[in-house]
């Protein structure tokens, strides 16, 4: 199996830009879809953004189009996800996940799809 680690939360203002790291153990991240999910005080876990096997298609919630962007590097055996223009409605514990993938250009954006999880990083944005 896969142990997950994210990384990069941290505080800042509101229109700072942040980058989050993911990077997996005891397998290749090439072998799976790959999630970021986020988990707001008192909300629900929510879908952020996706990756296909080789990362050549990815897929975004709406409140984070055009100011996330999701990606691969599988020398380093390492997924991000860079945020730009943050908000306080961005505040949450940011979540990776891995899934087996039943296709080479699956995209899986339900939480319950995915295998693998790591611990989460706190990213609090400020007004």
């Known amino acids: 199996q896969v142990q997950l680690v994210e990384s990069g939360g941290g505080l800042v203002q509101a229109g700072d830009s942040l980058r989050l790291s993911c990077t997996a153990s005891?397998?290749?991240?090439?072998?799976?879809?790959m999630g970021w999910f986020r988990q707001g005080p008192g909300k629900e876990r929510d879908f952020v953004a996706t990756?296909?096997?080789?990362?050549?298609?990815?897929y975004y919630a709406d409140p984070v189009k055009g100011r996330f962007t999701v990606s691969r590097d599988n020398a380093k055996n390492t997924i991000y996800l860079q945020m730009s223009s943050l908000t306080p409605e961005d505040t949450a514990v940011y979540y990776c996940?891995?899934?087996?993938?039943?296709?080479?250009?699956?995209?899986?954006?339900?939480?319950?799809?995915?295998?693998?999880w790591g611990q989460g990083t706190q990213v609090t944005v400020s007004s």
């Open positions: 996940a891995a899934a087996f993938p039943p296709g080479l250009h699956t995209i899986i954006i339900t939480p319950k799809a995915y295998d693998y």
């Open positions: 990756i296909t096997l080789s990362g050549g298609d990815t």
């Open positions: 005891g397998g290749t991240l090439s072998s799976y879809v």
